[in-house]
């Protein structure tokens, strides 16, 4: 399979006072294009930090980030803001739903932002809230939905703009343990139907089971690990 996301030497360093922090140490790796990924570590190990390099939130101290061959420091910041829009999907342990649009609304926005007309943003939403069983729901606003609606809601908007990278961290962090399980089977099932690549942060191990690989992030180096037990 070809290399759709690869790091070389990604360092991140922080500075506290005259303390300088390695959260993330000369890393190097790969991930193969339609390759299901789980990012595991305790707390505060670096794995957040991690997924924002590689979605281009935010920039490295040291090294370098490619996506399909593409070099992130070379982007300009227009294209940068076409990759994450068009190529990359987040989704986050909150929802980060706006609560004055609608389910619909909400899935629809990265559409508008990339200029789309409404009506044809508005049918791929739909089409999109049909796939994660939510279509009935869309006119409904974020509080008005179950914390496990929000977060289909969350992965329908992820996923709309048809992106080839899909970004999770702690997708199932606040919902329950029926509700997270169902979570995963639908990310399972979008993954496969979609031909996705995914790098999911996960402390939930049932998650990282069924993960291609684990890789550890432990004093900011990774290690690839088996599949149990990792946590």
Known sequence: ???LVRAEQLTKTFRAGN???IVLDSLD???EAGEMIAIVGESGSGKSTLLHLLGALDKPTRGTIYFDGRLYSSLSEAETDSLRNREFGFVWQMHCLLPEFTARENVMMPLLIRGMRKQEAGERADGWLERVGLRERGSHRAGELSGGEQQRVALARALVSEPR???ADEPTGNLDA???EETIQLMQRLHAERRLTT???THHAGLA???DRVLRLDSGRLQQVSLSPMM
């Open 1 to 3: 399979m070809a290399i």
């Open 19 to 21: 303390t300088e922090l």
């Open 29 to 31: 790796f790969a991930v």
């Open 165 to 167: 990278l899909l970004m």
């Open 178 to 180: 029926k509700t997270g």
């Open 199 to 201: 790098i999911v942060v």
């Open 209 to 211: 089971q069924r993960c």
